[in-house]
């Protein structure tokens, strides 16, 4: 069975010249489907620039990203977009929620913008703020939120069109332990659902709730405990 998630000599840099830097050096790198992966490593290590890269939101400079078998570095701008939208779903530290809409509105927008209805997409949004247990905030504005109640509608909103693949970026980064500890629950709950799920991480009591734990320092991955 191929991996859902390859990267073959990915390699990521910035700049131009004598001040060209690069942030990931020529990664190989697979994940299995239903993985629960921790990717963890210093400030500037490359974890975060390797989830752009696997999320679509960034191209590398050489090498290749595959998803599902589809190389998204030479994918058209649009087939990347939709592909972001339909087959992966992202959970980001600070939240990213529209501050105008309601709780059950953010949740819905991916789903939106992927032509479900109104009514398919109310209905999933509000399935999975009552699993995140937010049932009783629905036309709650974020500013009306906790932290922690934010981030189980950010994962909720992640999840809206069922996602193949889940991306959080320190997605305990913003929040109080206990409140960490809640979203790490749900993370771990969707793992033994069968979710495909790569975590960025500096905390290594974070990590330890992943099955898998990738360590990169200065781009390169230096440590794997399951490599596929």
């Known amino acids: 069975m191929q991996p859902l998630v390859r990267l073959e000599r990915a390699r990521k840099e910035y700049g131009e010249g004598e001040a060209r830097l690069a942030v990931l050096r020529d990664v190989d790198l697979s994940f299995r489907e239903g993985e629960f992966a921790a990717i963890i490593g210093a400030s500037g290590s490359g974890k975060s620039t390797l989830l752009n890269l696997v999320g679509g939101l960034d191209r590398p400079t050489q090498g290749s990203v595959f998803l599902e078998g589809r190389d998204l570095a030479g ?6 977009a939709e592909v972001r939208n339909r087959r992966i779903g992202f959970v980001f530290q600070s ?8 709780i059950l509105e953010n949740v819905e927008v991916p789903a939106y913008y992927a032509g479900a209805t109104r009514k398919a997409r109310r209905e999933a949004a509000r399935a999975l703020l ?3 247990g937010l049932g009783a905030r629905l036309d709650h504005l974020p500013s009306m939120l906790s ?3 934010c ?21 305990t980064g913003n929040l109080d332990s206990s409140s960490g500890a809640s979203i790490l629950g749900l993370f771990r709950d969707l793992h033994a659902s069968g979710r495909t799920i790569l975590l960025v991480t500096h905390n290594p ?4 709730a992943a099955d898998r734990r990738v360590e990169f320092r200065d781009g390169r991955v230096v440590s794997d405990d399951g490599s596929v």
């Open 75 to 80: 994918l058209p701008d649009d087939e990347l």
């Open 95 to 102: 939240f990213q929620l529209i501050p105008h809409l309601s």
């Open 130 to 132: 009552e699993r995140v």
């Open 147 to 149: 932290g922690g109640e």
């Open 151 to 171: 981030q189980r509608a950010a994962l909720a909103r992640a999840l809206v069109n069922e996602p193949a693949l889940l991306l959080a970026d320190e997605p």
């Open 205 to 208: 009591e974070v990590a330890q």
